[in-house]
């Protein structure tokens, strides 16, 4: 446990204090970045079991940002470490980033999920009660919803997750009504789809890619590639959910991101990922119709809700998947996440 680049004294101007978990991962890194140039002050936390400093790198100077190393599944040390800092300047609004990324070692070990993906939400709920800080954004995930095969709306119910991830972001999700209902001002559950772009932690695309980077005699990809989900490029991810926090004014607001369409095949992005990085190199499937244990193969997402908000992305899922490719080819030709 450690303290990074602490800030000597905050400006007094900035009143906005911004708490960040999983400051250091793939959504936390670019939304702190955002934060910053939107002038508040933020505090993020990481263990950097998935993200790392590399990520953070352009603001890791910035005074108005510190950078604490804790394992927030540690209520002890989670309390001891953000202590000074809201001392400092009380937080006005958690992003609760934190969370196990990689299904498939949730469904390997049931633990992973409950420490990364339940334990940091109960954790950073229960600071949240100690120090008074009243509003939370929340990454939840589609796959709260397992695999039901229908349009995907918030009201889309009952909810039985395929998988230990999105059974435990179900339950962080239910955690946080119920902190609404005692001593949380307000909460924004934001349902992502599968976000991609740089800096990649883990994806689709960054699996590929650092497949191919072994130079193995084919490109494994798991499934049959006929699995079809929605993408949402990064950029466009951070946009909507600033846009759903200043703009959903329930006390409890729940809204599905995504694009308006129902994305690509896995076979569409092995062969562009073949393309990018190796274009002569054979693309061999694994056979089965899901990728692997708690992967829902096909979903159809309604956006209708945030569309009525206002919001709406640019890109769809091709897209958002072109530009992704080419950025996290450029990414991992310089290693730096691995
Ligand atoms: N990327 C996606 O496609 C996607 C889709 C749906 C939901 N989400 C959610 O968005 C959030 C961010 O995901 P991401 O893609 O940036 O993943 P990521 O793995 O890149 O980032 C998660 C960060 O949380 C940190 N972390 C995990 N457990 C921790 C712990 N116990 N203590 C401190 N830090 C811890 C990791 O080190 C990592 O930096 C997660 O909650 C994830 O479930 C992501």
Redesign the pocket.
């Known amino acids: 446990m450690s303290q990074d680049n602490a800030v000597p004294g905050t400006s007094a101007s900035l009143t906005r204090h911004a708490l960040v ?8 890194s670019q939304l702190v970045d955002r934060l910053l140039n939107d002038g508040w002050l933020v505090t993020g ?7 790392s400093r590399q990520n953070l790198a352009p603001v890791l100077l910035n005074r108005n940002f510190q950078l604490i190393e ?4 540690d209520l002890d040390d989670l309390r001891k470490t953000i202590t000074p800092a809201i001392r400092r300047q009380p937080v006005t609004l958690v992003w609760h ?5 990689d299904i498939a070692a949730g469904v390997a070990d049931a633990r992973v999920d409950l ?3 339940f334990i ?1 939400t109960f954790n950073t709920l229960e600071v949240m009660r100690e120090f008074r800080i009243q509003r939370i954004a929340f ?5 709260v919803y397992g695999d039901l095969g229908v349009l995907l709306t918030e009201d889309t119910g009952p909810l039985f997750p395929i998988s230990n ?1 999105g059974a435990m ?1 179900l339950a962080s999700e239910g955690l946080i009504s119920a902190a609404v209902e005692s001593y949380l001002d307000r909460a924004w559950i934001m349902r ?5 772009g740089p800096p990649a ?3 689709i695309i960054f699996d590929l890619m650092k497949k191919l980077a072994g130079d193995p005699p084919d490109l494994e990809v798991l499934g049959d590639g006929k699995q079809q989900k929605p993408y949402l490029h990064i950029s466009e991810l951070i946009e909507a959910m600033l846009f759903v926090v200043a703009n959903a004014t329930n006390r409890l607001n729940c809204y599905n991101i995504g694009p308006p369409d129902e994305g690509v095949t896995v076979r569409a992005i092995a062969e562009a990922v073949r393309q990018a990085a190796a274009p002569a190199k054979p693309i061999r499937y694994t056979g089965i119709s899901k990728g692997w244990v708690g992967d829902v193969p096909r979903f159809r997402y309604s956006i209708e809700k945030l569309s009525r908000l206002g919001w709406r992305p640019r890109y769809t899922s091709a897209e958002a998947m072109q530009r992704a490719i080419s950025e996290v080819y450029e990414q991992l030709r310089v290693p730096c996440n691995s």
């Open positions: 978990t999983g400051a250091a991962g793939f959504i936390g936390v990481d263990n950097f079991v998935r993200g804790v394992d927030v599944a980033m934190a969370a196990n990324s420490r990364d993906t940091t990454a939840s995930t589609s796959a991830y972001k992502f789809p599968n976000v991609i932690t883990h994806g």
